[in-house]
């Protein structure tokens, strides 16, 4: 039976698309798209007042499983990914045993089918263990279906090592994601270095020490031509090195999140909440000011949410003892209707370029578009629904949200994955 999606504002750039109109889907792709299509027998769902765009992609998400089951795994994970409008997210390598192989690839995309509530796609790390020393298995797990290799959480301190991954990612057409973070000058940095860290006596962790790896990288890039993509960038001046590299015709591409665009130092006071405490680390007002301008003048390529969750126990510690990292799937999408689209900061169609359109290109995936015969891979939200973010919201296994509390408005309402409902009327299908 086809599925009737009725009286939706349908957004999509890519096809210059912006109308209210219905679309019909079968066998898992778009079948038609017009004004009053007939009933035909199909299920229907009237969706009048709300939004289609082609299905959000989450491109920084920690799924934690295998290894750190007790925080999230590839089923609970890939239900909040549902629950916040993504059809798919790249899971991080930084799990116990490392993704670093074949195998723990082939396990993480079993699981995820199993789950059936998103796609996943893989990344694999870029050395063993992390630890920057020797080559992880590049080609055996892009064969096995890693989309881009990072060593994610730490970052490749080694120049030669970097310039080795660099080489042998781009033989197998795989971008190189890089977290960029010189343990030498971070050190034992807890937050952003500045006032802030002065006043609440933390170590401070300098913007140098994330902008020196930039810096080095792009370097790197323009010496191997490799596609290098700068994860959760947090500071101005690297923001300042990404747009230099773009203009210079480099294969340079960057991300932000939600807590970098709408959370800064400030927010961190003497309660030491340690939702807070996130890596990289809340930066400056003008920091934030600087990305969102940024995602404003497309230098930003991909919003992601770095989604990091934690037990409870975990972070319920000494600011200094507590893990970094907070959740952010599940408020993502929301964060942005409220902070930028509403405001008229930007574009729906600019919203689908970040969520949609770049996200799939950095990690050569095939195009979704609303259009005939594209897969049926579809984000269905109500841009006017008004809620509080409260634990009790998330799908996740954990909460540690440095958003709980604030009110927000939108939110997904219907998730279709080759046509397949995995979020309806704002629940997890099952």
Request: with cysteine; proline share 5%.
């Amino acid at each position: 039976m086809s599925l009737l999606i009725k009286n939706v504002l349908a957004i999509d750039g890519q096809v210059g698309l912006h109308e209210v109109c219905d679309i019909r889907i079968e066998d898992g792709l778009i079948a038609e798209i017009g004004k009053d299509l007939p009933e035909d027998g199909s299920e229907v769902r009237d969706l009048t007042g709300c939004v289609a765009t082609p299905g959000f992609v989450d491109i920084h998400v920690h799924l934690r499983e295998p290894g750190y089951e007790y925080k999230e795994d590839i089923e609970s994970g890939t239900r909040a990914a549902a629950h916040g409008g993504m059809v798919a997210v790249c899971s991080m390598p930084n799990t116990n045993p490392v993704t670093d192989t074949a195998s723990t690839i082939e396990f993480v995309l079993r699981r995820a089918r199993e789950a059936g509530h998103c796609r996943v796609l893989p990344s694999g790390a870029c050395t063993q263990g992390l630890k920057g020393e020797i080559l992880a298995e590049m080609g055996d797990m892009a064969l096995h279906g890693a989309v881009a290799f990072t060593d994610d959480g730490r970052g490749v301190q080694d120049a030669a090592m970097m310039r080795r991954v660099m080489e042998y990612a781009s033989q197998f057409d795989r971008p190189v994601m890089a977290h960029c973070q010189d343990d030498a000058l971070v050190g034992s940095g807890q937050i952003n270095e500045g006032p802030v860290s002065t006043l609440l006596g933390l170590t401070g962790w300098p913007a140098q020490g994330e902008e020196i790896q930039i810096a080095r990288d792009i370097e790197l890039c323009r010496l191997t031509g490799c596609h290098y993509h700068v994860q959760h960038v947090t500071t101005a001046r690297g923001i300042d090195l990404i747009r230099q590299a773009k203009a210079d015709g480099l294969p340079v591409t960057c991300e932000v999140t939600p807590h970098h665009l709408f959370l800064d130092e400030t927010c961190i006071d003497d309660s030491y909440n340690t939702y807070l405490k996130v890596n990289p680390p809340l930066r400056s007002a003008d920091d934030a000011k600087a990305l969102l301008e940024a995602v404003i003048d497309g230098t930003v390529d991909a919003l992601v949410t770095d989604h990091a969750p934690h037990a409870d126990f975990e972070k319920d510690r000494e600011f200094e003892e507590a893990p970094f990292g907070m959740t952010g799937i599940e408020t993502a999408l929301s964060l942005y209707i409220t902070k930028l689209v509403d405001p008229g900061i930007i574009t729906w169609e600019r919203l689908v370029e970040l969520l949609a359109a770049n996200p799939r290109e950095i990690l050569n995936q095939p195009k979704v578009k609303l259009a005939v015969g594209y897969p049926a891979d579809i984000t269905v939200t109500d841009p006017k629904i008004e809620w509080t973010v409260t634990p009790d919201e998330f799908e996740s296994k954990a909460y540690n949200s440095g958003f709980l509390g604030w009110e927000l408005k939108g939110r997904a309402r219907d998730v279709y994955v080759d046509g397949k409902a995995t979020l309806k009327d704002g629940v997890v299908c099952d």
